[in-house]
């Protein structure tokens, strides 16, 4: 059975009278996206897509609508309070433990020498987790983030104009140690639901960073080392996320992976991360990577052009990852 699974950052998709960022969305704007990110649903055709900057779940459902891809799909969208950006979750399949996650797990609380704790305790954007029913009767733990930006956190102060270069740089030192604090957090939550079963993962995220950056790999977890025992090992990768990025890179030499361009830095912020349940080379798995695409063409490098991206289009590129599971009772 083939499965294809996306991540879709949808930037700021929301419903007609909707004051965000301190503007009213107008409705022939939210008909303009709605069509575009109906367009995208439809060319991609997943089964399972985590999205980011949602705000509210009828817009979402909307769009799905619009794509005419889905048929009474399963749709879910962090529920909480305010004008927060949330992620969301569209399936096929039947959706069930549904939860929003937005405060630290208890054990997860950066602490420094001396027992001091760090301040901040919850997600910069609420975490949506779900268990998702595949045929075959396999259940997959789903877990759709959005970390903190690279963006400056000044804390109250105007984000436009910084006071000064120290300001800046003080902003962007804040806004990594949120982001790294967000990322161990995330860790935790998905040590618990993987350590010791064959239950599988997929993590669905725009994670604010690069693949080999320091906060990705406190998500996925770190390689045991060539030396170690086989039991330790095996310990290990029970506990490890997986990058079907670099699934696919060692299938292919071929690599155009950027997400998002800012000041003409191409960048990859958009991931998809598995168990090792769906990795090939587990001999226990139940499914492998077939293939990787990355829908970026709309995104342009500003600094070569005076063209923009339309402003009901998304900045983000959008990752699609086709899996192929085992049918029942294949080796």
């Not at 919850?122 to 396999?138: E, M, N, Q, Y």
Request: proline content about 5%; aromatic content about 10%; charged content about 25%.
């Amino acid at each position: 059975m083939k499965l294809k699974i996306a991540n879709f950052n949808v930037c700021n998709l929301a419903l007609p009278g909707k004051k965000i960022y301190g503007r009213i969305v107008e409705e022939n704007l939210f008909n303009k996206k709605k069509e575009w990110i109906g367009e995208r649903l439809a060319l991609m055709n997943a089964d399972i897509i985590g999205f980011q900057e949602v705000f509210d779940r009828d817009a979402l459902v909307q769009t799905a609508v619009q794509s005419g891809a889905y048929n009474n799909p399963n749709i879910a969208v962090c529920e909480v309070g305010g004008t927060v950006p949330l992620t969301g979750l569209l399936s096929r399949f039947p959706m069930s433990d549904v939860r929003t996650i937005t405060a630290f797990p208890e054990k997860a609380v950066l602490t420094f020498p001396r027992g001091k704790e760090f301040p901040i305790r919850h997600f910069h954007h609420p975490v949506l987790r779900a268990t998702v029913s595949l045929p075959a009767g396999i259940d997959v733990t789903v877990i759709v983030v959005h970390l903190k930006s690279k963006r400056p956190y000044f804390d109250g102060m105007n984000t436009a104009s910084p006071a000064s270069e120290r300001d800046y740089a003080n902003g962007k030192a804040r806004a990594l140690v949120i982001r790294a604090a967000e990322s161990f957090a995330l860790r935790s939550l998905v040590i618990d639901e993987i350590e010791g079963n064959s239950k599988p993962l997929m993590l669905f995220g725009d994670l604010n960073d690069f693949r080999d950056s320091v906060t990705t790999g406190i998500i996925t977890g770190d390689s045991p080392m060539e030396k170690f025992a086989p039991e330790v090992k095996k310990a290990s990768w029970d506990q490890l996320l997986y990058s079907t990025y670099d699934i696919q890179l060692r299938r292919s030499n071929h690599d155009v992976y950027y997400t998002h361009i800012y000041n003409g830095s191409y960048e990859t912020l958009d991931h998809i991360l598995v168990s090792q349940e769906f990795v090939h080379s587990n001999p226990a798995h139940i499914g492998r990577v077939e293939y990787m695409r990355i829908f970026n063409d709309h995104i342009l490098d500003r600094t070569l052009t005076n063209e923009d991206i339309p402003e009901w289009q998304s900045d983000h590129g959008q990752v699609l990852v086709s899996l192929i599971l085992k049918d029942p009772g294949q080796k």
